[in-house]
């Protein structure tokens, strides 16, 4: 199977219903110190050394205006709230920003602000695990019992809540059953891991038989980083991926301390999205970033230096093939598999 990784032609594009209004020289700044020396516990991502081929003026030429066209068709100006990037090879060729970071307070979002990423932040949080395995903290079949000894399912492992297949029920929806929540109370990654016992809520389906997309995997995942790590996630995310990529404008979302400051989202008709009890919950979502960064978390992430080969090519695999199909899942990484052999990550 040839699989096309995104550095070769790398688009990413991140439509928060906020945006932005700036122009920034197209290059790519790396701290010098970003590859350091892990500790006993931490296992930080390293950048990418790979060094492609400057993209010639001819090529330039070509594609820019091409990208360009497309942007302004599809979000013409003042009329979405976007922030856009399309980059070849770690090198940006267009950018496009635009709209409110605050409508309200009329504040322009610039390319170094930091927007609600969503689910790509479960990205962010299997990279994190993905560290920690190939550094030997554990293993893709470990049972997350034991490293969670109040984990109330004997059978789910790691690796079948990074590929949602774990059975496990969406928190947003069973916490909204009587008596399982006072929705009135901010519910945490802790309450979660607690009510899942003492709610005693069941698994919609046996460990490891299908596929259900499901939050509260990655939720379980945030808590086996902490576990592990010994580190709040916010911490642990900053010292294992964000510092070493620098990704200056990256973080994650602190229901306490941001919620006041955090760049908001806004449906289509420009209502403000509000905070709500389910936003104190992270590893799911709630890490806020901006293409640029994203764009030095992909290339670390597609490099030859991001895990060994092994545990690597595991990453990109479709684990669901219940039923013939070219929608599939990854550890972490969404695919589709075209009948050609091709993939698309």
Not at 75 to 98: H, R
Not at 149 to 169: A, C, E, M, W
Not at 183 to 207: A, C, F, Q, V, W
Not at 213 to 234: R, V
Request: some cysteine.
């Amino acid at each position: 199977m040839r699989v096309i990784f995104s550095p070769r032609f790398l688009l990413l594009i991140v439509l928060f219903f906020y945006a932005v209004a700036c122009k920034k020289k197209p290059t790519l700044e790396f701290p010098e110190d970003a590859v350091t020396e892990i500790n006993d516990t931490l296992a930080r991502i390293q950048q990418s050394r790979t060094r492609y081929a400057t993209l010639t003026p001819a090529y330039l030429a070509t594609k820019k205006p091409y990208i360009e066209h497309f942007a302004n068709k599809f979000w013409p100006l003042n009329s979405t709230n976007i922030s856009f990037l399309v980059a070849k090879d770690g090198q940006i060729i267009f950018e496009k920003y635009q709209g409110y970071a605050n409508k309200n307070k009329k504040t322009i979002i610039t390319a170094e602000t930091p927007l609600h990423i969503a689910s790509v932040s479960k990205v962010l949080t299997a990279t994190a695990i993905l560290e920690l395995i190939d550094r030997g903290k554990f293993a893709l079949h470990t049972k997350v019992k034991s490293i969670l000894k109040s984990f109330p399912y004997p059978d789910i492992t790691v690796q079948t809540l990074l590929n949602h297949r774990s059975g496990l029920r969406n928190y947003a929806y069973f916490t909204e059953e009587k008596g399982v929540w006072n929705r009135k109370k901010p519910l945490t990654n802790s309450d979660l891991l607690r009510i899942l016992g003492e709610k005693n809520i069941t698994t919609e389906y046996p460990n490891d038989t299908r596929f259900t997309y499901c939050n509260t995997n990655y939720a379980i995942l945030a808590l086996i980083i902490e576990k592990i790590t010994g580190l709040t996630f916010s911490v642990a995310m900053q010292e294992m991926v964000f510092k070493p990529l620098g990704m200056k404008n990256t973080y994650v979302f602190d229901y306490f301390k941001d919620k006041k400051t955090a760049i908001p989202s806004y449906k289509g008709n420009n209502a403000e999205i509000g905070i709500d009890y389910l936003d104190c919950v992270y590893g799911d979502k709630n890490i806020y970033s901006t293409p640029q960064d994203l764009l030095k978390f992909d290339l670390a992430r597609n490099s030859p230096r991001f895990l060994k080969p092994d545990l690597f090519r595991k990453v990109f695999q479709g684990y669901s093939n219940e039923r013939k199909g070219t929608k599939n899942y990854g550890l972490g990484i969404r695919m589709i598999n075209w009948e050609t052999d091709l993939a698309f990550v």
